[in-house]
């Protein structure tokens, strides 16, 4: 899969290069003797189109791709399973700097907390979410989600009580499912009043059969009466494969042979104990 960053790389070096030429060509063009580069320049009347903007339009468009696909290469990674390769490409591009603008670095930061919540590995990604001087505001609905979902993954409902205040009501994917994961929180605490307002938010921003909303149907389906949702949450555990164990024990299936994080692990053993008791 890292090819896929050589040919970013390879991109942008083209783009640079293009980019110098074209600036060294424009000096020549004002300078004595070269009347020829000139006329190709700015034409020889009003009637031309001067190669002036057309030569500039090149350079100028694989710089801009080579940034756009620099700052979602670890999507793509994570997108397409490569999670060490997302690892190991945005692990070095955190911070800010002369060629790198906070916006790009906070993209990196958000796919190596992916990245890491695949591995199971809270600590590191709140770690890395938690790094961010500012988050860009394109990336809020994002962040909040994300950090909400570590927290729950960690059991640390403190702290993700306080995230609620942060989250907007908006039509954005990620708003929507960190609304999803509010409701989680409030089904986990029996908070009705927080649980109505989080799905009602939830449910306006995503389609009814999306995998978020199908997990925290499942979860608060006997707790709040509420009618289950879709019963596909593959794209939900793809990206928090952790909680698999605990989807695997709401379904009823209690011998399934998948990764499980300490929470998944403990609520799948609860689960499974009250079903035997209430047999």
Known sequence: MMWRARIVSAIGIVGMALAFLYVFAVFLAFQPGFSGLTYLFVGRSDRELPLFVLSALVPYSLLMAHLYLRTKLGGVFLKHGAVEDAITYTSDK??????????????????????YVRQLRYEDALKVLDGVVAVPRRLKDDYARWTLEILLRQENLKRANQMVEKIRASKSEAAGCAWAAVAELATRQNDKKLFDLAWKNANWALPANHPR???????????????????????FLTE????????????????????????????????????????
């Open 94 to 115: 955190v911070t800010p700097s002369l060629m790198r603008s906070s916006t790009e670095a906070a993209f990196h930061r958000l796919f190596l907390a992916k990245a």
């Open 213 to 235: 909303l199908a997990f925290t149907a499942l979860g608060a389906a006997r707790r709040f009466e509420i009618p289950p949702g879709g019963d596909d949450a593959t794209g």
């Open 240 to 279: 928090i494969p952790g909680a698999g164990l605990e989807w695997a024990a709401m379904r009823g299936n209690t011998e399934p042979h998948v990764l499980a994080d300490a929470r998944s692990k403990y609520v799948a053993t609860g689960l499974t104990a009250d079903d035997h008791n209430s047999n």
